[in-house]
């Protein structure tokens, strides 16, 4: 059923309790009212009507006595019947020719002495009109109350139905919005009642749909263009190899650029496979308690040839502090960003890394002093395939800092930048405390890597 005609079924269910409860407390109140009344009516009679005839037995006698006793009854409603009898023979009934009454009626009984003598005295009033006012009331409530009920229920009918327009228009308008027509609003009611604040928030809903379909469709489309490009490169490679016969050296010239378009393309699915597994929420990060100061020299380790091919001075600052996470993701998260500052340092210049422990979070501080990131672009430089400009555009895919914010999300860390172009980039961590430290800071370590002399990358060498 819908909800109008639950509403209504509920109102009508209710209405009619509230009305049969209603009803029966104000005929019974009114019968109990009115039998009371009665009751004292006649006790009160016959109480007149016993000192009356103390009264005047004191004084008269006889036929007297009769004759005053039945002016007295004059004044009675002509529905009373008043018998007295005495044990010495004395009857008085008013009036003399009715010795009951027919239909519903109540009777006071007194026992009493006067001049030696015992009276009895019974005095009967019908109740039959307090009966009709009663069974007339009766036949009000039976026969209205079904009407009123019925008129209710319409009513509330047509206010439910009133009442749940909006809904409907909500309804039949929220119905044409699809995959196409995002960006279509609802219509929110003036009210300002509950109505308008679902109307508000499923604009906020369709918002939010219309802002996630379009970077998926911008993800779909810079990862397609971005697979373009290896894939058409190793086709071209390819078919060029095989037009006409070529040397060894050549073949195996083309074999490695086959070769490396496709350990790009590889790195790139992969990455877009971790940023589509943390996006729906599947990927299982197991966490285990680790020293991030050696997460940190490994990482470190790792990048020391980068930077003896850019001459670049890696310093560091570590505190050891235990935390709580995944190695190699926290390690792929501080590769990403020590990457980025060696490859857009200034050749010659420094790269910082610090650990500053914290009463509830460890901050790790990544510092470079390059190029930097202008304003314009410094909101954007976490989204998918976002790159600045051709200075710090290289062979990477736009991924590395998407990725890195999904880490950090996973371990419960938040990464914070502060750039200005000329002057360098400073990327922050902060993580979660997983434990305390092991000790007390052990003071600036620094790595020297000097190029001295070498002719190929297995020629570098580093000093720590």
């Known amino acids: 059923m819908s909800i109008r005609t639950r509403l209504t079924l509920w109102y009508g269910a209710v209405l009619t309790g509230v009305l049969a409860l209603f009803g029966g407390l104000i005929f019974f109140s009114l019968q109990n009212r009115l039998l009371s009344e009665t009751d004292r009516e006649l006790e009160g009679t016959a109480e007149r009507f016993q000192n009356y005839f103390l009264q005047e037995n004191a004084e008269e006698s006889g036929r007297h006595l009769i004759s005053e006793l039945r002016e007295f009854c004059q004044a009675l409603s002509p529905a009373t019947l008043v018998e007295l009898r005495g044990r010495n023979g004395f009857v008085f009934r008013h009036p003399d020719d009715v010795r009951r009454i027919n239909g519903p009626a109540k009777t006071v009984h007194h026992r009493f002495g006067s001049e030696g003598d015992t009276f009895e005295l019974d005095l009967t009033t019908s109740t039959a009109e307090t009966m009709h006012t009663l069974r007339l009331l009766r036949i009000l409530l039976f026969s209205l109350t079904p009407l009123v009920i019925l008129a209710a229920s319409l009513g509330g009918a047509w206010l439910s139905r009133r009442a749940l327009k909006p809904v409907n228009d909500i309804t039949e308008a929220a119905r044409i919005i699809g995959i196409e027509n995002l960006s279509q609003r609802l219509s929110v009611p003036p009210t300002g009642d509950e109505l308008a604040k679902l109307t508000e928030v499923l604009n906020m809903m369709f918002a939010r749909l219309e802002g996630a379909v379009k970077t998926l469709s911008q993800f779909v489309g810079d990862a397609s263009h971005e697979l373009r490009t290896p894939i058409a490169v190793i086709r071209t490679t390819a078919e060029l190899s095989l037009r006409r016969t070529r040397s060894p050296e050549s073949y195996r010239a083309s074999l490695e650029q086959i070769t490396a378009e496709a350990e790009r ?18 990927a299982e990060v197991p966490m285990a308690p680790l020293e991030i100061s050696e997460l940190l020299e490994e990482v470190c380790r790792e990048m020391s040839g980068l930077a003896e091919v850019r001459e670049i001075e890696i310093q560091t600052e570590f505190a050891p502090q235990i935390i709580r996470g995944n190695r190699t993701s926290l390690h792929r998260l501080f590769l990403v960003l020590l990457d980025n500052a060696v490859k857009y340092s200034n050749r010659g210049g420094r790269v910082l890394v610090r650990v500053i422990a914290g009463a509830m979070h460890v901050r790790v501080s990544v510092e470079d002093f390059g190029s930097g990131i ?9 989204k998918r395939f976002y790159r600045v400009d051709a200075a710090r555009t290289g062979a990477g895919h736009g991924l590395g800092l998407s990725l890195a914010e999904s880490i950090a999300k996973a371990h419960g ?22 434990g305390r430290a092991l000790g007390a800071p052990s003071g600036n370590l620094q ?9 190929d990358s297995s020629d570098k060498e580093h000093i720590i």
């Open 265 to 282: 393309m590889t790195q790139l699915v992969e990455d877009l496979l971790t940023l589509a597994r943390s996006d729906a929420h599947t």
């Open 374 to 382: 202008d304003e314009q672009s410094l909101p954007h430089i976490f």
């Open 447 to 455: 790595l020297f890597y000097v190029p001295s002399g070498f002719t």
């Open 413 to 434: 860390a938040t990464i914070e930048v502060e750039s200005s172009p000329g002057r360098g980039s400073r990327f922050e961590v902060a993580l979660p405390l997983g």
